[in-house]
Nanobody, 123 residues
Framework: QVQLVESGGGWMQAGGSLRLSCAAS????????IGWFRQAPGKEREFVGS????????YYPDSVKGRFTVSRDNAKNTVFLQINSLKPEDTAVYYC????????????????WGQGTQVTVSS
């Protein structure tokens, strides 16, 4: 299994941008699809984007499409989540997760999870 560590969270003003990183350990990182999820206080964890092993295919739910961008650098074992036009409702703990099968929207396909990084957006 691959181990994941998220970073880049913090306090942000609405309208700003933020890039989260998901650093992975393990020589087979490039074979994993990676998904990003978030969990706001009192809410269930939700899917916000994914990227396949090569980086050529990404997928986003309509709720974040156009503002969220997932990318990866396999040479650095890192996946990124770029969030633009931040909104207070983006406040959540953001998690990355790894899947050996195709990364999807359902948590059950993911085998490894990071510990999460807190993002707080003030209006």
């Amino acid at each position: 299994q691959v181990q994941l560590v998220e970073s880049g969270g913090g306090w942000m003003q609405a309208g700003g941008s933020l890039r989260l990183s998901c650093a992975a350990s393990g020589r087979t990182f490039s074979s994993y699809g990676i998904g990003w999820f978030r969990q706001a206080p009192g809410k269930e964890r939700e899917f916000v984007g994914s990227i396949n092993w090569s980086g050529h295919n990404t997928y986003y739910p309509d709720s974040v499409k156009g503002r969220f961008t997932v990318s990866r650098d396999n040479a650095k074992n890192t996946v990124f989540l770029q969030i633009n036009s931040l909104k207070p409702e983006d406040t959540a703990v953001y998690y990355c997760a790894a899947a050996t099968v195709a990364a999807g929207t359902v948590e059950g396909v993911y085998e490894s999870w990071g510990q999460g990084t807190q993002v707080t957006v003030s209006s």
